[in-house]
């Protein structure tokens, strides 16, 4: 929803009010006045979408044992962590961000950002991050067009896209199964009883069952 800058004469006690609930709802006041009148005149703010899409997300992933999902309302991010079985169990903390404009198919970007000390997990993450975009490249790509990444020391960034018409349900459970998706193979590689072949095997089954659409 493109946005365009308004002059408007308010009221100062109205402006007054409306602060102090932007700052209660944590939003600021441009976005609250917006919301206001698109409820009035009965048009959806790109912000109640992503709401939506992030109570949905928080609903699904509330009962996994695997990943704890973070949710604040009127954010554009929301947040999973993940415990490895590894040494101090260090944690994996996946971040989704959603534009509230988005850009053709883009509509966000997937972080994935490990938080340890150790060389030898750091040098291993590294790994599987490469070979996951090394997969989505021979596999996904041809399928539904190529996604772009970006891999820093402890952070691998991956962009979210999705075709036209689609609902905010099936949004979040094209989110939850990726994040899942990505979140079982990357234990399973790490851990040791998963190699390269069946990272790529499980990526597979999941693009085949049609459980990858983000």
């Known amino acids: ?15 007054r009010e409306i602060d102090i609930l932007a700052h209660r709802m944590g939003t ?3 976005n609250l006045v917006n919301r206001i009148l698109a409820e009035h005149v ?3 703010t790109p912000e109640e979408r992503i709401n939506d899409i992030f109570r949905t997300l928080e609903e699904m992933m509330s009962p996994s044992r695997d990943l ?17 079985e590894y040494k101090y169990r260090p944690t994996v903390r996946y971040e989704v961000e959603l534009y509230g404009t988005p850009s053709g198919r883009d509509i966000g970007v997937l972080s994935v950002i ?5 060389a030898a ?9 490469r070979l996951w975009k090394e997969i989505e490249d021979t596999y996904l790509a041809p399928r539904s067009g190529t996604r772009e990444y970006a891999l820093y ?10 075709g036209e018409n689609v609902t ?9 199964a990726y994040v899942q998706l990505f979140d079982s193979l990357m234990k399973r590689y790490i851990g040791g009883t998963f190699d390269a072949e069946d990272v790529a095997a499980g990526y597979l089954k999941a693009l085949a069952g049609g459980n990858i659409t983000v």
Do not use: H, W
């Open 114 to 118: 490990l938080r340890t000390q150790s």
């Open 42 to 44: 009965s048009i959806r």
């Open 68 to 84: 704890v999902p973070f949710f604040e309302p009127n954010m554009p991010t929301m947040s999973f962590k993940s415990c490895l």
């Open 28 to 30: 600021n006041r441009s």
């Open 1 to 15: 929803m493109k946005k365009t800058l308004y002059s408007l004469m308010l009221s100062d006690d109205v402006v």
């Open 168 to 176: 905010s349900q099936q949004l979040a459970e094209g989110i939850s």
């Open 121 to 129: 997990l750091i040098e291993a993450m590294t790994r599987f991050f």
């Open 153 to 162: 020391d402890l952070k691998f960034v991956r962009n979210i896209v999705c």
